[in-house]
């Protein structure tokens, strides 16, 4: 498909388990995106990836949380240990280099920490 | 430090009533994005429209209209004669020079029911 790709669409897991998060960009798209939906917070900005720069890890909330992104393409988001507080929407996005461009989101991965 | 403020957390309309959703940012930068998103019941996040700082200009997409207002810092959406395929939560939000563009600041999201 030409949007951005998330996987899985559902994951509930155990608390203190390990969690990873697919996430597949439009193709072409050099900026990638994780950000986190929960109802007390609202969306919240985690990770950015551009090109081959140093990802903006600033909104990482814990050391728990890790995101790579492999050839430029494909990232994967991981939750270690994860806790209660982490179940939320994960919500991927991608776009182009241009300056102000906008971000195109795929459906995102409702996790559930139980 | 920016931030978006969406003071209507829920409006309810009949369908073809007109409806604006508020937005109300601060940014300590002269060059920024502004940018409206729906989010339908399906979960996916909807780009509508983006404006830059330097383009005060309204713009009117169909049934859909905005108004930039930088004197007040508002980014203000109307729907004109709403319909029910409009529910859906709305979201304004940011993207500023000094973070490179890169990340957006969300407001809370307005959640509008548009019933028959």
């Known amino acids: 498909g030409a949007g951005v790709s998330q996987s899985p669409s559902n994951k509930v897991t155990e608390k203190g388990k390990d969690v990873e998060l697919r996430c597949d960009p439009i193709?072409?798209?050099?900026?990638l995106y994780w950000y986190r939906q929960s109802l007390g917070q609202g969306l919240e900005f985690l990770i950015y990836?551009?090109?081959?720069?140093?990802?903006?890890k600033s909104g990482l909330p814990s050391d728990r949380f890790s995101a790579e992104r492999t050839g430029g393409s494909v990232s994967t988001l991981t939750i270690q240990r994860t806790q209660q507080e982490d179940s939320a929407v994960y919500l991927c996005a991608s776009s182009s280099k241009d300056r102000g461009s906008e971000a195109f989101f795929g459906q995102g991965t409702r996790l559930t920490v139980v | 430090a920016q931030k978006v403020t969406q003071a209507q957390t829920e409006i309810s309309v009949v369908e073809k009533e007109d409806v604006t959703l508020d937005c109300v940012y601060e940014?300590?930068?002269?060059?920024?994005?502004l940018f409206w998103y729906k989010q339908p019941p399906s979960g996916e996040l909807v780009f509508l429209i983006r404006?830059?700082?330097?383009?005060?200009q309204n713009e009117i997409s169909g049934r859909y209209s905005w108004n930039f207002q930088k004197s007040t810092s508002s980014f203000n959406f109307t729907i004109t004669a709403s319909q029910v395929v409009d529910s859906a939560v709305y979201f304004c939000a940011l993207s500023e020079a000094g973070r490179g563009y890169s990340t957006l600041t969300f407001g809370k999201g307005t959640m509008l029911l548009v019933s028959p």
């Open positions: 404006r830059n700082s330097f383009d005060e």
């Open positions: 940014t300590r930068d002269t060059t920024y994005y």
């Open positions: 990836f551009q090109g081959n720069s140093a990802p903006d």
């Open positions: 193709s072409g798209h050099t900026a």
